[in-house]
């Protein structure tokens, strides 16, 4: 199992990123995916989460109405694009997927890192 996120950067307050997160080593179109984010010296939150077949997601209040969560189950990728991003989204992103092979167990991406800042 393997997820790469990328897109992330520097941003001025108020502009956008798109995240990607491509995976490989299972079944990609079977599972849930997610996007987590952790600032240095806290706890990593959940973030956003879209179904396998896309139909429903879910957003943590305070990025709702300017996150975007989506999937491309043809290309095993998941994307967060983020518009009118503002300093307090200033963290480390990371993709996260429970799946199932011997057991149910998560799996994580290295993180990218999204600084909003002027």
């Known amino acids: 199992v393997q997820l790469v996120e990328s897109g992330g950067g520097l941003v001025q307050p108020g502009r956008s990123l798109r995240l990607s997160c491509a995976a490989s080593?299972?079944?990609?179109?079977?599972?849930?995916m997610n996007w987590y984010r952790q600032v240095s010296g806290k706890e990593r939150q959940p973030v956003a989460s879209?179904?396998?077949?896309?139909?429903?997601?879910y957003y943590i209040d305070s990025v709702k109405g300017r996150f975007t969560i989506s999937r491309d189950n043809a290309k095993n990728t998941v994307y967060l694009q983020m518009n009118s991003l503002k300093p307090d989204d200033t963290a480390a992103y990371y993709c996260?997927?429970?799946?199932?092979?011997?057991?149910?167990?998560?799996?994580w991406g290295q993180g990218t890192q999204v600084t909003v800042s002027s």
């Open positions: 879209i179904t396998s077949a896309g139909r429903t997601s």
């Open positions: 996260k997927a429970r799946i199932y092979l011997a057991g149910w167990d998560d799996y």
């Open positions: 080593g299972f079944t990609f179109s079977g599972y849930t």
